[in-house]
């Protein structure tokens, strides 16, 4: 899928991020990412995975270097990208449905395109007996559920995932993992994903970025060559079990450098 | 449920140990009626005069209800200018303070003297003493929205009054219901004050304060406890009433409205 649609969707080059007091977050981080791709980003705590996020998505301005998505200034391509927080981020006020339309809501779209395309999405994330139900309602998996369908309601081409489902027990992570799969196979958008587990990444991806930290800078890279339609039991394959054990030993020295 | 009944139990032996206590000290001491009148006296009190009674609070309703109202229109507005910068914040949150420590018994006869007597002047002051909590109340639950929700408003293009009323206005509800319950306490203090200076704005009595100061002037102290009786089931009126919209409008989100619930 990767080799015929090599256009980018997001061009990072020489991104180096500073803060008020000196500290250096990124250091030149340069990475082109195609459209279609599936690549996450893994790190030991503070090599800048979430920067490298708020940056692409315009929430953060770079110190020096440029970032362009789909041709765009970050900014200007928001229309295309949606970010889904580590938090579900959910409104308490609000119903699962009504969460779920946000986005339309805030973009202008009418209450009869909104109200068609939420329950589209409720159903498929699976959470139409909770449709009205209220965020303190949910577990925290049915939470994401909703955050997820809530991204995807304005049909972005780029999504930015800021570990998730760091916060969810395991089962509910991989059932979730399994789903973010399904519904890019039917959808096609690029994703950014940022986690701390290297399963979860190798999963996922079509691709895996290690960074390396103090400062943020990119260690290694690993393309992910295992078939595009995967399910849970790829999980228990030498050539899965082969690829995290790769991905973890660069993550090692990562860390140890 | 159980527990409710279990608290109001509790709550009733309390009274009624103090009105013995009440009752006791009379007799020890020997305290003559237009010092301190008996339990019984005051209920007398509180049947025979009760037409003037309702007629007293229902003035002071009005007052106290119109000042609260003021001061929760006024103070939303104030706390969504105050919303916009910090800069605002810093310039102007101190005069909020100053609203707040101004003592009301000394800027009442100035008030009444700009606006003259009766209900707008004593609903005035009302509103001058309720309206700092819902000030700085709000603007806490304005201001204090996590910043993942501000990005998620930004990433969807969202303008500032997108950000302002359906991000911040809703986030700060139960804030303002915070305000509104100290506010609702304080509005018929400040009422009753007000009449202590305003006097009777219509022919035949003023409020409970107007009242007061009248029954105190005559030694019928029976009706002066019977009207601070009256004083004391309006303030609790307030309370609950704001007690029951608040579970009204967040029960069905709001963690401390459930918790409310099952208490």
Redesign the interface.
């Known amino acids: 899928m990767t080799s015929e649609l090599a256009v980018p969707m997001i061009e990072l080059s020489g991104l180096t991020k500073r803060y008020g007091d000196g500290q250096t977050i990124l250091n030149s981080v340069s990475l082109t990412i195609s459209k279609g791709e599936f690549v996450s980003i893994i790190g030991p705590s503070g090599c800048g995975k979430s920067t490298v996020l708020k940056l692409i ?1 315009g ?1 953060a301005v770079p110190t020096s270097g440029t970032i362009s998505v789909d041709g765009m200034t970050p900014r200007n391509a ?2 295309l ?3 889904i ?1 580590q ?1 579900a ?1 959910l ?4 119903t699962v449905a009504q969460n779920v339309g ?2 339309l ?3 202008g779209i009418g209450k009869v395109p909104r109200n068609q395309k939420t329950s589209q999405l409720i159903e498929l994330v699976g959470l139409q007996h909770m449709a009205n139900a ?3 309602e949910l577990s925290g998996g049915m939470k994401m559920r909703v955050s997820i369908a809530r991204a995807l309601a ?1 049909s972005p081409r780029l999504l930015l995932m800021d570990e998730p489902f760091a916060a969810l027990d395991e089962m509910s992570r991989d059932r979730l993992n399994e789903e973010v799969l399904r519904l890019r196979a039917e959808q096609n958008w690029t994703a950014v994903f940022v986690t701390h587990s290297v399963a979860e990444a190798v999963f996922l991806s079509t691709r895996i970025v290690v960074l390396a930290p103090n400062p943020g800078r990119v260690e290694a890279e690993f393309p992910i060559d295992l078939p595009a339609t995967r399910t849970g039991e790829l999980r228990e394959t030498p050539e899965f079990e082969a690829l995290v054990m790769q991905v973890s030993h660069a993550l090692r020295t990562a860390l140890t450098q | 449920m159980r527990q409710h009944l279990r608290t109001a139990a509790d709550a009733l032996c309390v009274f009624f140990a103090l009105l013995l206590l009440w009752q006791l000290i009379l007799w020890t001491f020997h305290v003559q009626p237009y010092m301190l009148p008996s339990p019984a006296a005051v209920a007398r009190a509180v049947v025979a005069r009760f037409p003037s009674l309702l007629a007293a609070s229902a003035i002071t309703v009005v007052e106290s209800g119109a000042g609260l109202i003021a001061s929760i229109v006024v103070g939303v507005i104030v706390a969504l200018i105050f919303a916009q910068s910090r800069w605002v914040r810093r310039m102007l949150y101190p005069y909020t303070i100053l609203l707040q420590t101004v003592p009301i018994v000394a800027i009442a006869p100035l008030i009444l003297m700009w606006v003259g007597g009766g209900t707008a002047a004593v609903a005035l002051i009302a509103f001058i003493i309720s309206v700092a909590p819902i000030i700085a109340n709000t603007t806490q639950g304005l201001v204090s929205v996590d910043e993942n929700l501000v990005h998620l408003f930004l990433m969807h293009n969202a303008t500032r009054g997108q950000v302002l009323f359906k991000l911040r206005l809703p986030h700060a509800v139960p804030s303002l219901f915070v305000g509104i319950r100290i506010a609702s306490g304080i509005s018929v203090i400040g009422a009753i004050t007000g009449e202590l200076y305003a006097g009777s704005s219509s022919v035949g009595g003023g409020g409970l304060g107007y009242s007061i100061l009248y029954a105190s002037s005559q030694l019928q102290t029976d009706y002066l406890f019977a009207l601070v009786l009256a004083a004391t089931v309006l303030g609790f009126s307030f309370f609950f009433l704001v007690m029951f919209l608040e579970w009204y409008f967040l029960h069905r989100w709001h963690e401390s409205a459930l918790k409310m619930e099952v208490e």
């Open positions: 998505a929430l928001r229309e990208i949606a970010f927080f938090d981020t409104l308490p006020w609000r946000l986005g809501e805030l973009e209220y965020p303190r304005t």
